[in-house]
């Protein structure tokens, strides 16, 4: 199992993200103002981009610095999968 320490708090922030996406659809389906949705959209959208953050900065921290061996070289594939990781910046 690949668990981190900030994994509890990036699940509790991503289910609290989806309760306000499901609060956005009934906002729709109620016919709320625009400006309603759209702030309660960016919350979603906030708390989506911070999650995705700490994982990624979860994974340069953790498990791509256990990559690199004790003369300071990168094993092979950890360059490659640190490119990877940051396209989703």
């Excluded at 016919?31 to 309603?36: E, I, L, R, S, V």
């Excluded at 070289?73 to 999968?81: A, F, K, M, N, Y």
Aim: aromatic fraction near 2%; charge should be positive.
């Amino acid at each position: 199992m690949h668990v981190h320490e900030t994994h509890p708090a990036v699940i509790k922030r991503l289910r609290r993200a989806g309760g306000h996406l499901g609060s956005v659809v009934a906002m729709l389906e109620q016919g709320k103002p625009c400006m309603d949705v759209v702030q309660q959209l960016q919350a979603v959208e906030k708390a989506i981009t911070q999650a995705k953050r700490t994982l990624i900065q979860d994974h340069l921290d953790h498990c791509l610095s256990h990559m690199v061996t004790n003369a300071g070289q990168p094993q092979p594939g950890s360059l490659d999968e640190f490119r990877e990781i940051t396209k989703y910046l």
